[in-house]
């Protein structure tokens, strides 16, 4: 009965774990999107931050520290890995994305992600990792930018060392680093 009165008064914050590409790569990135908000001055693109989305859940307060160690042990278990993007890409006429060209090494994490045995609500993970440029397009936008953005000869390569988890707290829009969990390749024993 206490559990059930200790989570009723619980704050439930929302997460999302992402891979923070490297500052030069996000530099790159952002020229991109300075091109593509030239077209529309005075109303920049709906895109965000330049980033590799893995999951989206919520944790109440008390789970907290459980769900980090999971996500820890599981960072630990990783191997660092080469990432490379390249070109440009859409989804629909709704999102034009730079896609990463090899997804194995992020698929294997998102699939390892999602079969923790942790307590977290209203979960999601990517099934399409990449890197959003524009989103939420209106069809009007999308055949204005795409004919000069389709043959961008973007490409770049990085290795991808730590995945970042963010934290938003209840009752508020922003978000914050709570943890860098840095990729080990360390032997985990139970």
Do not use: C
């Not at 609500?121 to 000069?148: C, D, G, M």
């Not at 934290?167 to 709570?178: A, C, D, F, K, T």
């Amino acid at each position: 009965m206490q559990d059930i009165i200790t989570y009723k008064r619980a704050a439930l914050n929302n997460y999302r774990l992402i891979l923070d590409p490297p500052a030069a790569v996000k530099r790159k990135i952002a020229d991109i999107s300075t091109r593509l908000d030239a077209f529309f001055p005075g109303t920049p693109l709906p895109g965000g931050s330049p980033f590799i989305y893995l999951a989206s859940f919520s944790v109440y307060d008390p789970d907290e520290m459980a769900v980090v160690d999971l996500l820890h042990r599981t960072a630990l278990a990783t191997m660092p890995w080469k990432i490379h993007l390249k070109g440009v890409a859409h989804i629909e006429k709704d999102e034009i994305y730079i896609p990463v060209t090899e997804k194995d090494q992020i698929t294997t994490l998102i699939e390892k992600i999602a079969a923790l045995p942790a307590s977290w609500r209203n979960e999601r993970f990517n099934t399409l990792p990449r890197i959003s440029l524009a989103r939420n397009l209106q069809a009007w936008q999308f055949e204005r930018v795409w004919s000069y953005v389709e043959k961008e000869p973007f490409q770049t390569r990085f290795i991808m060392n730590g995945m970042l988890l963010l934290r938003q707290l209840e009752g508020y829009r922003s978000w914050h680093v709570e943890r860098r969990f840095l990729f080990e390749n360390q032997l985990i024993i139970d």
